[in-house]
């Protein structure tokens, strides 16, 4: 199926979107992911009355998971144990995003690094470094890839 475009027709003026709202991320094991976010990666869970009105009865059931990065995206994690990738091999992309970054402190990168390595995180590739920074790049508990990268110093 081929999505066609209109490139004549005008749309949205620059500017009007303001940013990333939300990122959600289907999960096989609940537990193991919120750990592996919340715990090892360090981002803030959601609680109580943080949690949005629309999710908590599936937050209550256990089959989602909110958290806040420090910039306010949210991530949120929906529990799917049946949907598994076509290949077990983590480095066989199988969805259109190919990964998700997140920024750190140049100070703190390599920190970053060694507390992957202590929690025998599955490192795709790097630490790189390029003249927009350094970054190294590892999977999930579900296989999809993230990256933890740095502007240059």
């Known amino acids: 199926m ?6 004549k027709s005008t749309g949205l003026s620059p ?8 990122i959600a991320l289907n999960v096989n094991d609940m537990a193991t992911s919120r750990h592996f976010y919340g715990s090892i990666l360090g981002l803030h869970e959601l609680t109580g009355n943080e949690v949005p009105e629309t999710l ?9 998971s909110n958290f806040r990065l420090p910039d306010g995206t949210i991530l949120d994690l929906f529990g799917e144990p049946d949907l598994g990738p076509p ?6 992309q199988f969805t259109r995003a190919n990964h998700m970054a997140f920024d ?18 599955l ?13 190294i790049y590892f999977y999930d508990p579900d296989g999809f890839l993230l990256e933890i990268r740095c502007d240059p110093q």
């Open 56 to 64: 908590v009865k599936l937050v209550t059931q256990g089959k989602v």
């Open 104 to 121: 750190i402190a140049p100070e703190l990168f390599d920190h970053a690094v060694e507390m992957l390595k202590q929690h025998q995180i």
């Open 123 to 135: 490192i795709d590739h790097g630490p790189v470094s390029r003249p927009t920074g350094r970054g």
């Open 2 to 7: 081929t999505l066609s475009i209109d490139r």
């Open 15 to 22: 500017n009007t979107l303001r940013g990333v709202h939300h």
């Open 87 to 92: 290949s077990p091999d983590p480095t066989q």
